[in-house]
T-cell receptor, first 114, second 114 residues
């Protein structure tokens, strides 16, 4: 069965510093990986996805994520954090051997302090 | 273009009461989903539908029912509310269930069962 782990419940970073939100996954087939962001009182919004190709994926709002097959990781990164980046971030994986259903991680709250 | 619309935004139920969470989308998407979000647990799939007249169980279907009479609407029914159903519920839709397809989410319904 496919699974996703986000090992940090919360990540704190100062504005202007780089940020990383960690995600590791487990699938039996080829992984299709996604990051979603949830702002307060809103639904999840798509940030970026990895399907195939370049291991560094660029997405919305200056975010990027690095796919590492050997470490089964898909960490979300941004070179310079903004206070407005403070939100709940979810990593998700879709396994083409598991009916194409998305499995979500538990979420990581990102707090960016001025 | 409203996207995915959920009503109500908040609801408090007494144990044993019933209610229907409404979800409608105006993107002509074939696939629709209901998730529940519990703190630290990510999103769990309750039910999904691949088109009008077709529904199927997800990971946590017990205590819920759905119907899909039109492409646009996908209501979720709680027949006998229990405290374990206290959660935030999200409806989502997608054009297909392809591995690279992203989901569009509604803004959620916060439900408390007391």
């Amino acid at each position: 069965a496919q699974s996703v782990a986000q090992p940090e419940d919360q990540v704190n970073v100062a504005e202007g510093n780089p940020l990383t939100v960690k995600c590791t996954y487990s699938v039996s087939g080829n992984p299709y990986l996604f990051w979603y962001v949830q702002y307060p009182n809103r639904g999840l919004q798509f940030l970026l996805k990895y399907i195939t190709g370049d291991n560094l994926v660029k997405g919305s709002y200056g975010f990027e994520a690095e796919f590492n097959k050997s470490q089964t990781s898909f960490h979300l990164k941004k070179p310079s954090a903004l206070v407005s980046d403070s939100a709940l971030y979810f990593c998700a994986v879709r396994d083409n051997n598991a009916g194409n259903m998305l499995t979500f991680g538990g979420g990581t709250r990102l707090m960016v302090k001025p | 273009n409203a996207g995915v619309t959920q009503t109500p935004k908040f609801r408090i139920l007494k144990i044993g009461q019933s209610m229907t969470l409404q979800c409608t989308q105006d993107m002509n998407h074939n696939y629709m989903y209901w998730y529940r979000q519990d703190p630290g647990m990510g999103l769990k799939l309750i039910y999904y539908s691949v088109g009008a007249g077709i529904t199927d169980k997800g990971e946590v279907p017990n205590g819920y029912n759905v119907s899909r009479s039109t492409t646009e609407d996908f209501p979720l029914r709680l027949e006998l509310a229990a405290p374990s159903q206290t959660s935030v519920y999200f409806c989502a839709s997608s054009y297909s269930r392809a591995t690279n397809e992203k989901l569009f989410f509604g803004s959620g319904t916060q439900l408390s069962v007391l």
